[in-house]
């Protein structure tokens, strides 16, 4: 499985690539709004530090426009992923930007229906919404179950990248699923080490070693 961040905070992204954790980034308007930053400078920097997949997103509504400016995204470096929503239009661009080579991520997925269409476009990546679907009580992880098993039924080559993603729990049940590629903020990343039984193992662990009396160094 790989680990995307979701984030354009370049130095959360620093911290976890130099553990060896980051295998693409992927950011959203909301995001860039976020970081505070220019789109093209923060993308610029993001892919510098990164070698996988850096999605950058259209905010054009309109095909032509949309690929007027993921190409001007695209330019930034090899590695960007243009980044289209899930809209008629979106897919249009999507087929275009996937015939020139470009590597394209259709985002704002919330039906298998639509991970289909995506697929018979081109797309790299399709990001189903996880937490956004469970925000309105409906199921996210079985929309990732759903299209896995749509996927393999046919060999489609789109990978899935679980997005949306709120818990530790979202990313260990979509790794069980199957899912290609998780997007997940630093934070929930890094909740991942945690483990109560860790924390009172090695707090035991301290004291009885002080109660030794020895040292290593
Ligand atoms: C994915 O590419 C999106 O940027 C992201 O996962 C959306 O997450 P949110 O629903 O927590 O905003």
Known sequence: MKFFVDTADTAAIRELNDLGMV???????????????????????????????????????????????????????????????????????????????????????????????????????????????????????????????IYDNYDFSTQILAASIRSVNHITDAARIGADVITAPPAVIKAMANHPLTDKGLAQFLKDWDATGQKII
């Open 23 to 149: 295998d693409g980034v992927t950011t959203n308007p909301s995001l860039i709004l976020k970081s505070g930053r220019d789109i093209l400078e923060v993308t610029k920097e993001i892919c510098e530090m990164v070698s996988g997949p850096v999605s950058a997103e259209v905010v054009a509504t309109e095909a032509k426009d949309m690929i007027e400016e993921g190409l001007k995204l695209a330019k930034i470096a090899p590695n960007i992923a243009i980044k289209v929503p899930l809209t008629w239009d979106g897919l249009t661009a999507c087929k275009a930007f996937a015939s020139e080579g470009h590597m394209v991520n259709v985002t704002l997925c919330f039906s298998a229906a639509q991970a289909i269409l995506a697929a018979k476009a081109g797309a790299t990546f399709i990001s189903p919404f996880i937490g956004r679907l469970d925000d309105i009580n409906l199921d996210g992880m079985q929309l990732i179950e759903d299209i896995r098993t």
